[in-house]
T-cell receptor, first 112, second 118 residues
């Protein structure tokens, strides 16, 4: 069975500092990987995805994630965070159409 | 991008009453929608898969008679929480399945509905 582990429940960081949110998955088959962001009292928004091809994927707001098959990881990074990046971040995996398995979520707290 | 709406955004009801939550795909047709439940500080738990024109598929442990799902059209799915109890209070989120280029599926999520049962 698939599973997703987000190792950090909370990540506090100062504004303009770099950040990494960790995500590991377990699956015996090829998977597609996603990062979603959830702002307070809102639904999830797709941040970025890995489907195939280049293992480094990027979002329009400066986040990037790298698929590492040997380490079964899909960590999310940003070189310089803003206050507005404060949110809950969910890593998810899918091995078949429409079925998403979510990690527990990581709260990113950006401090001024 | 694809937009999914939910209505209402918040609802408060008395114990024993029923509540209907609507999920709409605004600018595309969705043959499949999903309903999730999210408890505070926790991840999303898939409740059921809603297929247009057929019965919903419920995840293990979800009571189908309590959480009625209807997917009457390609743009609308509804979740009705029947005989609501305080333990049903939660954040309910729907999503619509979207096929991306290359034949890969992903989901676009609604903004969620906060249900509080008194």
């Amino acid at each position: 069975a698939q599973s997703v582990t987000q190792l950090d429940s909370q990540v506090p960081v100062f504004e303009e500092a770099p950040v990494e949110l960790r995500c590991n998955y377990s699956s015996s088959v090829s998977v597609y990987l996603f990062w979603y962001v959830q702002y307070p009292n809102q639904g999830l928004q797709l941040l970025l995805k890995y489907l195939s091809g280049s293992t480094l994927v990027k979002s329009i707001n400066g986040f990037e994630a790298e698929f590492n098959k040997s380490q079964t990881s899909f960590h999310l990074r940003k070189p310089s965070v803003h206050i507005s990046d404060t949110a809950e971040y969910f890593c998810a995996v899918s091995d078949r159409p429409g079925k998403l398995i979510f990690g527990q979520g990581t709260t990113l707290q950006v401090k001024p | 991008g694809a937009v999914v709406s939910q209505h209402p955004s918040r609802v408060i009801c008395k114990s024993g009453t029923s509540v209907k939550i609507e999920c709409r795909s605004l600018d595309f047709q969705a043959t499949t929608m999903f309903w999730y439940r999210q408890f505070p500080k926790q991840s999303l738990m898939l409740m059921a898969t809603s297929n247009e024109g057929s019965k919903a598929t419920y995840e293990q442990g979800v009571e189908k008679d309590k959480f009625l799902i209807n997917h009457a059209s390609l743009t609308l799915s509804t979740l009705t929480v029947t005989s609501a109890h305080p333990e049903d209070s939660s954040f309910y989120i729907c999503s619509a399945r979207v096929r991306l280029a290359g034949g890969v599926d992903t989901q676009y999520f609604g903004p969620g509905t906060r249900l509080t049962v008194l």
